[in-house]
């Protein structure tokens, strides 16, 4: 299984960005996707989830109304649009495949959000 991020970068607070995430050695349309963000010297956040079909979507609270997650089943991948960015919102950003028994972690990409 692999999980690869792309898409992130340096932009202005205010700014968009939208991450990718290309999936490849698993039944894509069977699992759920998440993004999930970590800063330096804290812990993994949760920021978003889609179920498998994309009829469910959760986001984080800090980000609800800024971020939106969706996918295309047919291209193996998951994005986050990333609206009204903050400096806050610097961090890795990673991406997960999982199912009730498994779990798979993308290598993440940087965003940073500064002026």
């Known amino acids: 299984v692999q999980l690869v991020e792309s898409g992130g970068g340096l932009v202005q607070p205010g700014g968009s960005l939208r991450l990718s995430c290309a999936a490849s050695g698993l039944t894509f349309s069977s699992y759920a996707m998440s993004w999930y963000r970590q800063s330096p010297g804290k812990e993994r956040e949760f920021v978003a989830v889609?179920?498998?079909?994309?009829?469910?979507?959760v986001y984080a609270a800090s980000v609800k109304g800024r971020f939106t997650i969706s996918r295309d089943n047919a291209k193996n991948a998951v994005y986050l649009q990333m609206n009204s960015l903050k400096p806050e919102d610097t961090a890795v950003y990673y991406c997960?495949?999982?199912?009730?028994?498994?779990?798979?972690w993308g290598q993440g990409t940087q965003v940073t959000v500064s002026s």
């Open positions: 997960k495949a999982h199912t009730g028994l498994a779990g798979y």
């Open positions: 889609i179920n498998s079909v994309g009829g469910s979507i």
